[in-house]
């Protein structure tokens, strides 16, 4: 089972791979989630024994087949649930973002999917990411 703390990892490696490009480094993911080095070495180790990442010899970080579907998950949920509170319920930018992590640990995927089904289905969050496909 994955803990709501590896799903805050798996979706910082996402959007750094899509800010980034391919190259993620320890380093991008600490400035990211202002977490210490430490917390963040610690963390990668156990996504790693999980099969959710793998790290290079030069410290870059991929996501394995597994760890990618899992952050498409979390990074879905997270974008459908913003533009749902910034759409429907207009709220700010900040109080959205906050809202939306929550919320995206305590949604199941067949909520989630019917969310955006009732949205229509949107193609991208109100900050101009994609929304990934999920199936």
Partial sequence: MITKNQEDYLRAIFQLIEKNGEEVKSKDIVSFLNISKPAVSEMLEKLSKKKYIKKSPYSNIFLTKKGLEEAKKIVYKHRVV?????KILNLDKKKMKLEAHKLEHAMSDDIAK???????NPKSCPCGYEIPNIN
């Fill in 114 to 120: 019917r969310l955006s089904k009732f949205l229509k």
């Fill in 82 to 86: 913003e533009f749902f509170l910034k």
